[in-house]
């Protein structure tokens, strides 16, 4: 274990990979990092969002998907241009702005962060082989970590290979979902109209914002930041404009494919469960089981399963690089990598373990929607700096975003706050209500107001720093 004053993101990788001569090697020698990106939009926690928005609404809701992920591909292209500009990530930055114990709540707020989605992908991964196999679910969470040592193994083979790996992940989850919708035979003209905005009832209103406050993950933010570092760019401002246009297209055209995933599973949804009466599938136990009975085939149900493995697998890569980057961000501490991937996993299947021994394997779905929950409550905190970050032209010089893209960026940071902190209010009142303990309502009220203040200062330190700095000029 070490603390260094001085280090770069993800140090082991930094620069690693060689931009190519000619314009197509070198525009694929780009692409890599927004796939690493794009699993964490089509994680587990993702899946009971879609199917509750397919299986009550039909096609209605798909213009919500498609509004989350440009959503997400814009905040994604803000953290690309803060890597590559300015060669820091998006914990260096908070570090170096914001207070020494502030910065501290934000760190561990980020790490819980990170062990809610490794907890969502743990479950997912052990759902799966309980679909697939009959595994016990607490047998499926101790075998997830078994992983540990796969991420360990890509580590060693470099930046490029684990890219290599994810986008094979990827590819055999949208072939899976490509079959699916071979055999669910939708219904194209009215997956059209679901593009057309609309908001039937007040249920389907709460269900786009579990949408929409799924989709963007934080610890993505923390990643995507970094894993563009890992190219060898020249530090001229032509080589650095072409490097954002060519990550530009890279989170592009990854972040399409993972909406493409999430689209599928709402169609499924809508196609085969809407269609014949069963409005109310939200877990994914009960997907796998009708998906059998409704379309007469064994061959659904089990490329359901072995989608959802892959995906609580393909996640897991990036939960650990987040965590990586946000120990070394905030905190200037490397330890060895095996040690910290033990650490990250343990923290998500203890309490994987516990629920299930405790509670018994009913509620599990509570569980996955308890690490959506945790995931919303991070996410401002890592939205509203990184949107600061890249407006600073004092840092970013030519490359700060302009009017127009900070306007639509303070829209969206403002649309996924609300909505995320609506979620976090009513779940916190649905535990307050359900709860007898009077000392666990007051700390849960304190929290929120706890948190409250601690988003406001995340919003107004910035600018009170560089009124300060406009000021010491004058």
Request: charged share 15%; with cysteine.
């Amino acid at each position: 274990m070490s603390n260094r004053k001085q280090s770069k993101s993800l140090e082991d990788v930094h620069e690693s990979v060689q931009i190519k001569k000619g314009k197509f090697r070198k525009i694929l020698s780009f692409f890599g990092p927004a796939y690493l990106i794009s699993v964490g939009y089509m994680d587990p926690g993702n899946w009971a969002t879609d199917l509750a928005g397919g299986s009550q609404f039909g096609y209605t809701l798909i213009w919500v998907l498609l509004m989350s992920n440009i959503m997400a591909l814009l905040l994604q292209s803000l953290c690309t241009r803060l890597g590559i500009v300015r060669r820091k990530d998006l914990a260096q930055c908070n570090r170096e702005t914001y207070p020494k114990g502030m910065n501290l709540v934000l760190y561990i707020l980020a790490e819980i962060a990170i062990a809610a989605c490794d907890l969502a992908e743990i479950l997912g991964m052990a759902i799966g082989l309980n679909l697939l196999f009959g595994i016990d679910l607490i047998y499926g969470v101790l075998i997830s970590f078994l992983d540990t040592f796969l991420l360990l193994y890509l580590q060693k083979l470099g930046m490029r290979k684990m890219e290599l790996f994810i986008v094979g992940l990827i590819t055999m989850i949208g072939l899976c979902f490509l079959t699916e919708m071979f055999l669910a035979k939708p219904d194209f003209g009215e997956i059209a109209k679901g593009f057309i905005p609309s908001i039937p009832n007040s249920a389907a209103l709460y269900i786009s914002i579990g949408i929409i406050g799924a989709t963007v993950m934080p610890h993505n933010l923390y990643l995507h930041s970094a894993l563009v570092q890992t190219r060898q760019i020249k530090r001229d401002d032509f080589s650095i404009k072409k490097a954002l246009k060519y990550n530009f297209w890279d989170s592009a055209i990854a972040l399409n494919l993972a909406f493409l995933v999430n689209a599928a599973i709402l169609i499924l949804a809508s196609s085969v469960f809407h269609k014949n009466g069963y409005h109310d599938v939200a877990e994914l136990s009960d997907a796998y089981r009708l998906l059998g009975t409704t379309l007469g085939t064994d061959l659904a149900p089990k490329l359901f399963a072995v989608a959802l493995i892959l995906a609580g697998q393909s996640s897991t890569v990036t939960g650990t690089l987040a965590g990586q980057i946000v120990m070394e961000g905030y905190l200037h501490l490397r330890i060895n990598p095996v040690l910290r991937r033990i650490l990250t996993r343990l923290l998500a299947v203890v309490p994987a373990v516990v629920v299930i021994l405790i509670f018994g394997e009913k509620e599990v779905g509570s569980l996955l929607i308890f690490s959506q929950v945790i995931l919303s409550m991070q996410l401002a905190f890592a939205v509203i700096p990184l949107i600061h970050f890249v407006s600073d032209k004092a840092k970013m010089g030519n490359f700060a975003i302009n009017t127009t893209t900070k306007f639509f960026a303070w829209t969206i940071a403002f649309i996924i706050s609300f909505l995320n902190a609506q979620l976090v209010y009513e779940e916190v009142n649905k535990w307050m209500a359900n709860s007898e303990s009077y000392t666990l309502n007051i700390f849960l009220v304190a929290l929120e107001i706890g948190l409250l203040v601690l988003l406001l200062l995340t919003f107004f330190i910035p600018i009170m720093l560089k009124k300060n700095e406009e000021n010491q000029k004058e």
